[in-house]
């Protein structure tokens, strides 16, 4: 906690015969985050484009793979695959496995397709037949009317108004029938005579005449029942085939799921292989382990290659190491939080972590301004049901979807929590201060006091930044260049100077000539920061530049600092106003609920405005709170000492299932 895990630097050297073996050995662990092949040195030479046409073609085979899945309706859930992975074999014959499921399958899904097409197209034909059976008309007098020329068919439905457009040289009609998937059914009329004109614009319209087979005769009141007919044998041999396809899906799933963990655990492999380096019949594995997994992974090689292999171990602070991965411990209390923190950046990985600290900040400043007994009990009992699924939430792809709303609901949870605590201590129980006595002060009437309050937590914040920075940079190495820094010993020793000055202006007392005295000293070592801090890490030139641009430069970086203490500190007042809108906006609910007349029309009046009243201030204000409280970590806090330039630590890892022996699943068939 407050600093990632420490990590090392593991070079793994293994023969050609036991790699394989070795990368999947690691996998299972999921404890080394590979370093990119790139970085390797020598032994980034003798990689080729071998696994990268691997991963290529396993991702290919996984498309599909889906693709069948989708085709006989199979969901997808994981399956155990069979058998010993071989990323090297197993392309090969699943390639020629998942040839012959396509072949199997692909006339079954022909004729489904084909058989979905035809009833589409006779739907259409008897949506038209349905608009024309009021006529005493055979459709062959319609098919050859002698003045008059009339064609049906389909179209995408944007290209209607430009058609209309393309025929304003002619007399026509055109009659939009029915409006599907973004096509439309139209019968144009023109006079035979502009035919040409008009099967010219509806071919470049993209129309899809819709014609009757010449063995359908009669009027279309006629035709209509032949064609229903039609349309009946086809849903018939529709429902026989879907029947055949959920057969087949039955008898194929556990195949196709087990191929499809197969195909991603072994595109694992590749992918981990192709960031291995390769020298002859010797393979590099380099990544960055967990120091307290070390040996745990050393143990775990050895034995999988029988000892043929060298373990070596380094220090992450070696000269020319690559960036270390950042990998949190906290405790399970404050991981929900860690969310929030990546969101602006992760930790680097000397830099110190602040989760723990934005975990107990976070909760305490929204629950300041967010201070209600009611509300906040409403938030974190609402929060709690929607972490838990039990409130209808709209569902998000990806792996890590389920991890990013249980994190975010159980903030908001302990945020609930907080403003109930803060709800207590003014005695505000859904905007009623009436109902419990305040154990500390009602935000209406206590607003001065309110206030001091605000800055002073927000003046503690401030300084634990400060020290948190002094902290980092001495874990960085660079305690030197933090001595002079605006946030580092002299701007904490400023900082401390100037507050003391304003509060003793403040108590009427004024302060003495050698506080200003100090003050001065310590800007003045803020203003010439560079050339002091130089001097002291005994580089030279100590100035570099001319004295002009130095000093306009530090001028305004003094002027800038100057600013940003007392914006700094100013900005937590908005922890006492906040607390102070919430209060006045409770109150005026309650006045315009108390506007509404007497008896029963007034009551359920009276009671709708309170209850939509709170609905909207437990939303609206309570997602303003939120923001506002987010602004004050990352511009006020995390400014002062957290860059978030770190990168995740991500384990080569394999897909949730594991391939067990073929054995035992024939063995568990035979049980079943």
Known sequence: MFVPAEMSEVDIFVFENDVEEVAQTIARLGVMHLLNVNALGKWAEGVGTEWSGRISAYSNQERRVKELLDQLGIEETFHPCEGRL?????????????????????????????????????????????????????????????????????????????????????PYTIVPVHRYNGRVLVFAFCAQEHAPILDRALESAFLDPLALPEEFSGTAQEVLQQVQKRIQELRQKLEETEKERQALAKQLAPRLLSMLTRIRRNRAIAEAMAHFGHRGRVYLIAGWVPKDRVEELREAVETVTEGRVTFEENSPYAPGQAQVPTLLRNLKIFRPVESLVATYGIPGYREIDPTPLVGITFVLMFGIMFGDLGHGLVLAFLSALWTLGLIPRRKKRGPSGNGDISSLGAILTACGLSSSVFGVLYGSVFGMENVIPHLWLKPMKDIPTLLEASVAFGIVILNIGFILNLITAARENRFVEAIFDRNGLAGLLLYWTLLIIVGL??????????????????????????????????????????????????????????????????????????????????????????????????????????????????????????????????YELFGKFFKGEGIPFKPLTLPEMECIPRQSVKERSSVS
């Open 505 to 634: 202006i403040a108590s009427g007392k004024g302060a003495p000539g050698w506080l200003w005295g100090l003050s001065l000293l310590l800007m003045t070592a803020l203003f010439m920061a560079r050339p002091l801090t130089n001097l002291l890490k005994k580089r030279k030139p100590l100035l570099e530049g001319s004295v002009t641009e130095f000093a306009i430069e530090a001028f305004f970086e003094l002027f800038e600092t100057l600013i940003s203490y007392i914006s700094n500190t100013l900005s937590y007042v908005r922890l006492g106003a906040f607390a102070v809108a919430h209060a006045g906006l409770s109150t005026v609910v309650f006045l315009f609920a108390d506007a509404v007349g007497d008896g029963l029309t007034g009551t359920i009046l009276r009671a709708l405005i309170l209850i939509f009243g709170n609905i909207l201030i437990i939303g609206f204000e309570g997602l303003i709170v939120a923001i506002q409280t987010m602004r004050l970590e990352y």
């Open 86 to 170: 071989n990323p090297r074999e197993d392309l090969a014959e699943t390639e020629r496995e998942l040839q012959e499921l396509e072949e199997k399958t692909r006339d079954l899904r022909e004729r489904e397709a084909e058989l979905r097409r035809q009833l589409e197209r006779w739907e259409l034909v008897a949506k038209s037949m349905e608009i024309l059976a009021p006529l005493p008309l055979s459709i062959s007098d319609l098919q050859n009317l002698e003045y008059l020329h009339m064609v049906a068919g389909t179209m995408p439905a944007e290209n209607l108004a430009r058609l209309e457009a393309s025929l304003f040289r002619i």
